[in-house]
């Protein structure tokens, strides 16, 4: 006969896809390289809100990456002002390409301070 076990029993789990924060950061500018390269849009999920954006550069400032981005939609809605946002790698999650293409941002002034830390991917024009 089994005694009852006087502590209960360890659960073990096991989490897919597990990775580190560089790990995910790495990922997400190997996606956004490609998308700026090739002028394809994203989504994304930012400080919780599911936007579609077009990247336009990917640039490192205070040892961190970031994405220079026109928000195309948020939540399923256009926004009220279509403009040029920054967007830290490290906030993004559920990043997918999009089969929309877009043009370049005509007024990204590349001489700007934020991007002497050096940018990674230009759009081109």
């Known amino acids: 006969m089994l005694e009852p076990m006087s ?9 897919l ?11 997400a500018a190997a996606l956004l390289t490609r998308a700026i390269e090739q002028h ?3 989504r994304w999920i930012y400080n919780r809100t599911l936007m579609r954006a077009a990247p336009q550069l ?8 970031y994405c ?8 399923g809605a256009a926004p009220a002002e279509t403009k040029l946002g920054s967007f830290n790698l490290a906030g993004l ?6 089969e929309q293409v877009y ?5 990204i ?12 991917a230009p759009v081109s024009d």
């Open 7 to 15: 502590q209960p029993r360890p659960k073990l789990s096991l989490r």
């Open 17 to 27: 896809g597990s990775k580190t924060p560089e790990q995910k950061e790495a990922d």
């Open 40 to 42: 394809l849009g994203v």
């Open 58 to 65: 990917l640039y490192r400032k205070n040892d961190s990456l």
């Open 68 to 75: 220079d981005a026109v928000v195309i939609e948020r939540d």
């Open 93 to 98: 999650s559920g990043l997918t390409l999009t």
């Open 103 to 107: 043009p370049a941002w005509p007024d």
């Open 109 to 120: 002034d590349r001489s700007d301070a934020r991007y002497q830390g050096g940018i990674l």
